[in-house]
T-cell receptor, first 112, second 111 residues
């Protein structure tokens, strides 16, 4: 199993550009989530999904959109990037009814 | 924000010594988890302690939980250079869907 994979590993955007961060898992997990990690802030939940077709907001959802059309994929979209979205983004997944999350390797995004 | 806080922010010890890091959180919890993050990598789950447990062991890890003080501690015994990483606590908001991570402790184990 590849576990949780994320692409790209690194990305530089200009203010106002859009992009999609990809996340996929091959463990048939119902639950998937997106976090951002900023220095001194730990991880903060952006959006999560408990199954295909179901998404919900986390702690810091503004500026980000998600959708979940399949169990395997959970893309995160930035419609109009801002410098405040410079961060490292992690995707994670887990089985429903459990608490242990499996994390991807992260995407380092810089918005200039 | 419901994010927890950990202390110390950074800890440097000699190989073989014990490392203790603490986590304080703000709301009632169902459980508390500890994760490790090696530099430039994703987080890896270490251990979970439920709100009705006071202490839990896993190998060289010992976790305690004091719900009256809203705090937890992670003890790593007989540390190794490979334990060098950042350690985060995470609490569950009650639904099993929203998790709040602490600010992390950066541990350096000197060989």
């Amino acid at each position: 199993n590849a576990g949780v994979t994320q692409t790209p590993k690194f990305q530089v955007l200009k203010t106002g550009q859009s992009m999609t961060l990809q996340c996929a898992q091959d463990m048939n997990h119902e639950y998937m989530s997106w976090y951002r990690q900023d220095p001194g802030m730990g991880l903060r939940l952006i959006h999560y999904s408990v199954g295909a077709g179901i998404t919900d907001q986390g702690e810091v959802p503004n500026g980000y959109n998600v959708s979940r059309s399949t169990t395997e994929d959970f893309p995160l979209r930035l419609l109009s990037a801002a410098p405040s979205q410079t961060s490292v983004y992690f995707c994670a997944s887990k089985n429903r009814g459990t608490y242990e999350q499996y994390f991807g390797p992260g995407t380092r995004l810089t918005v200039t | 924000s419901q994010q927890g806080e950990e202390d110390p922010q950074a800890l440097s010890i000699q190989e073989g010594e014990n490392a203790t890091m603490n986590c304080s959180y703000k709301t009632s919890i169902n459980n508390l988890q500890w994760y490790r993050q090696n530099s430039g990598r994703g987080l890896v789950h270490l251990i979970l302690i439920r709100s009705n447990e006071r202490e839990k062991h896993s190998g060289r890890l010992r976790v305690t939980l004091d719900t009256s003080k809203k705090s937890s501690s992670l003890l790593i015994t007989a540390s190794r250079a490979a334990d060098t990483a950042s350690y985060f606590c995470a609490t569950d908001a009650g639904t099993g869907n929203q998790f709040y991570f602490g600010t992390g402790t950066s541990l350096t184990v000197i060989p």
